[in-house]
């Protein structure tokens, strides 16, 4: 398994602020995933994050608002910019192991107001 | 891209029932694995199975990849199974992202 340090654990933030989650891994990974968890639904990715290149973003999620830095290894940082209450949501970072189990960090639950 | 539903949506239970959760999809996959989400929001990994049948305790799963679905059967439940339950899958070719499913909102009633 994979031990996998998220914080903050929550917060609540004023619009238009800007929220930066860190995620910690305990050994190195090549691919780091940023989930969003709307409240009551499933998750969905925003973006994937390489070490030494930029991030990959699905469909419907831009650099601009959620800016990606992924410096070695076994840390990721995603940004929430310019928030709006639609921004309030879980954030998760997940890691996998081999291609086969996928392991999460506790989740960052965001309250913009 | 990839599809995945899940059923029933919500499932309350009194303690020590069984259920079964099912889990389609609408493409081949080369990964699939089913979650537990906690009341706090903690993903716990269950089972990675692409194909075949596991069992962990209580709780075992099957895949019929051939006829893309996978189900998760839960026994005895106990209280502490309360939460959502998710797939998720890697489509063939899909460059190691998973696709969630619509979760499954498990209740158990002492």
């Known amino acids: 398994s994979a031990v996998i340090s998220q914080k903050p654990s929550r917060d609540i933030c004023q619009r238009g602020t800007s929220l930066t989650i860190q995620c910690q891994v305990d050994?190195?990974?090549?691919?780091m995933f940023w989930y969003r968890q709307q409240p009551g639904q499933s998750l969905t990715l925003i973006a994937t994050a390489n070490q030494g290149s930029e991030a990959t973003y699905e469909s419907g999620f831009v650099i601009d608002k959620f800016p990606i830095s992924r410096p070695n290894l076994t840390f990721s940082t995603l940004t929430v910019s310019n928030m709006s209450p639609e921004d309030s949501s879980i954030y998760l970072c997940?890691?996998?192991?081999?291609?086969?189990?996928?392991?999460f960090g506790q989740g960052t639950r965001l309250t913009v107001v | 891209g990839i599809q995945v539903e899940q059923s029933p949506p919500d499932l309350i239970l009194q303690e020590g029932a069984n259920s079964t959760l099912r889990c389609n999809f609408s493409?081949?996959?080369?990964?699939l694995q089913w979650f537990h989400q906690n009341p706090w929001g903690q993903l716990i990994n269950l089972f990675y199975i692409p194909s075949g049948t596991k069992q962990n305790g209580r709780l075992s799963a099957t895949t019929v990849a051939t006829e893309r679905y996978s189900l998760l059967y839960i026994s005895s439940s106990q209280t502490t199974d309360s939460g959502v339950y998710f797939c998720?899958?890697?489509?063939?070719?899909?460059?190691?992202?998973?696709?969630f499913g619509t979760g499954t909102r498990l209740t158990i009633i002492p």
């Open positions: 997940s890691v996998d192991r081999g291609r086969t189990e996928a392991f």
């Open positions: 998720a899958v890697e489509e063939t070719g899909g460059n190691e992202k998973l696709t």
């Open positions: 493409d081949s996959v080369n990964n």
């Open positions: 050994s190195q990974v090549t691919m």
